[in-house]
């Protein structure tokens, strides 16, 4: 897959998604929306029946009371221009007060000459429909003491319940609200009307009189702008409110949000996976162009390291073949030798990849002794003091550990050490300078490896133990390996119980540092 293909399906696969992402937030949000704008509308349908019912059973009460003192057509006085009329007097013993209330409907009759029509009936009849209402408020003393307390004198049709209506109202608008409605009934009807919507959370409410608080409300009420609902409450006889009923929900959020929540948990579980199956389906095919890239120069490095022997080997043989080699004993022995050395070179080469793959597996066997750590470290620096010094280097040690007894493979471990100080020599423009330094920390013996070679990037420095890995210096082989020595390292220091680390500054050199626990 070319890289631009690539980058095109890693574009469309993240507006995708994006997109997916997208499509399940507004869908929520819009469910949000319209669980709120429901919970907005159940809730005023089930205030205003609150409302309603409770000025029904204001009037209810006060019909029934007065409902008995009205007389049915006993000892009326039959006034010819009365259709209707009420009048009821009520006396309240807190304020010193009495209510004078009178409403009536009358009737006036007019006969009217005919002479003044020039028409030929006898008399014309007029009729004449008035109402007249009023109501007076007079201090106990000021009253007629021959009227009685309660005492009503009705004249009255079939629609009394629309006179007492009237009245109820006018005299109900001097009540205070606290006489006329009682917290524990205010409360008694907004749960169940609230049940009856399926709105079953808590609630405070309040009555308030224009802008002010009455004593009906709850102790835990406050008026918020925002989230408090109201409907006006009590009507007065021209149809206007003076109340105003307002009700808190302080769950709300949580009780609109939890119609939501299963299907909001589940998308976002699935919106999740998905993400997660994105970002590792991504990850792992930048992983495998890596690999690729990776494989492919250590196809090219190991084709180069195989190249050079087996021209060499060429080269031997077609010298030996010459007839005026063949006969010469000592050049047939000196081309033998370079070919058996290139065979040898070839031959450690995959072994090398060999015993990776046997490490990986857990294939390969090391047997461990006790073993000092400085000889190990002064055995692998004979293999590699005449290369150094070939190349006018040297290797300085310093070996401060008082305690170097350590449980190791020795084969095994003095190829870790060759690989770390191979890598030092060949990544040293220069004249090689290494130092070697062991000392004790705890139960601990550190090895610390350092050059002033060419160093390695940060990027370098996280993947250098990675198999296969090489600062990639694209298709040039200046320096020879194949990416697996560090590898190799890592894996046989671990076996031992170790840890090893590097520190590397580009220009300046690296240092590895392998820390082994000590025996006693």
Do not use: C
């Not at 109340?243 to 299907?263: A, C, E, H, Q, T």
């Not at 890596?290 to 010298?319: G, R, W």
């Not at 310093?398 to 690989?419: P, R, Y």
Request: no cysteine; hydrophobic share 40%.
């Amino acid at each position: 897959m070319s890289k631009k293909v690539f980058f095109v399906l890693a574009i469309l696969m993240s507006l995708s998604l994006i997109g997916i992402i997208f499509v399940q937030s507004y869908y929520i949000s819009n469910s949000v929306s319209n669980k709120e704008d429901n919970f907005n509308f159940n809730v005023k349908q089930a205030l205003s029946k609150v409302s309603k019912n409770v000025e029904y059973e204001e009037f209810r009460d006060y019909f029934n009371k007065i409902r008995p003192l009205i007389a049915q057509d006993v000892d009326v006085i039959k006034d010819t221009t009365a259709i209707r009329n009420l009048y009821v007097r009520q006396e309240d013993q807190a304020r010193n007060e009495t209510l004078v209330y009178s409403y009536g409907i009358l009737e006036e009759n007019y006969k009217l000459s005919p002479a003044l029509f020039d028409i030929g009936l006898d008399t014309i009849s007029i009729k004449k429909i008035i109402s007249k209402k009023e109501t007076k408020v007079f201090k106990a003393n000021d009253i007629d003491g021959n009227l009685n307390n309660n005492e009503v004198f009705a004249k009255y049709s079939n629609t009394e319940k629309f006179l007492i209506d009237d009245y109820y109202k006018d005299f109900a608008y001097t009540i205070p609200i606290h006489q006329r409605i009682t917290k524990e009934k205010l409360n008694r009807l907004l749960t169940f009307e609230l049940q009856h919507f399926d709105i079953g959370i808590d609630y405070e409410f309040a009555i308030y009189s224009s802008d002010l608080a009455t004593k009906i409300q709850t102790d835990n009420f406050e008026l918020e702008d925002q989230v408090t609902m109201e409907v006006p409450i009590f009507s007065e006889d021209n149809g206007n409110y003076n109340y105003r009923l307002l009700v808190n929900f302080p769950d709300r959020n949580k009780f609109i949000w939890s119609s939501v929540i299963g299907m909001l948990g589940l998308s976002v579980l699935f919106t999740s996976i998905i993400i997660i199956a994105f970002v590792t389906a991504l990850s792992q095919i930048i992983k495998q162009r890596q690999i690729a890239e990776i494989k492919t120069d250590f196809i090219n490095n190991m084709t180069h390291e195989f190249k050079t022997p087996i021209a060499t080997i060429n080269l031997a043989l077609d010298s030996i073949k010459n007839p005026k080699i063949i006969d010469d004993k000592e050049k047939v022995k000196r081309y033998l030798q370079m070919i058996r050395e290139e065979n040898k070179r070839m031959h450690a080469q995959v072994e090398n990849v060999l015993r990776i793959s046997k490490l990986e597996k857990n294939e390969l066997n090391i047997s461990k002794e006790g073993i000092s750590l400085h000889d190990l470290i002064e055995d692998a620096i004979s293999h590699v003091e005449l290369i150094v010094e070939d190349r006018q280097g040297h290797i300085e040690t310093e070996l401060k550990a008082t305690k170097s007894s350590v449980l190791a493979n020795e084969t095994h471990f003095i190829n870790v050490l060759v690989n770390i100080l191979d890598n030092a020599i060949k990544y040293s423009p220069e004249a090689p300078k290494i130092t070697v330094e062991t000392v004790n920390v705890g139960n601990n013996i550190l090895v610390n490896i350092k050059d002033e070679g060419s160093g390695m990037s940060k990027a370098a420095v996280k993947r250098v133990f990675e198999k296969f890995y090489r600062e990639h210096t694209g298709n040039i082989h200046n320096v020879k390996g194949h990416g697996l020595g560090l590898s190799y390292v890592k894996r046989i220091v671990e076996d031992h119980s170790g840890h090893i680390s590097v520190t590397s500054e580009k220009g300046k050199g690296s240092a590895f540092t392998i820390k082994l626990p000590l025996i006693s």
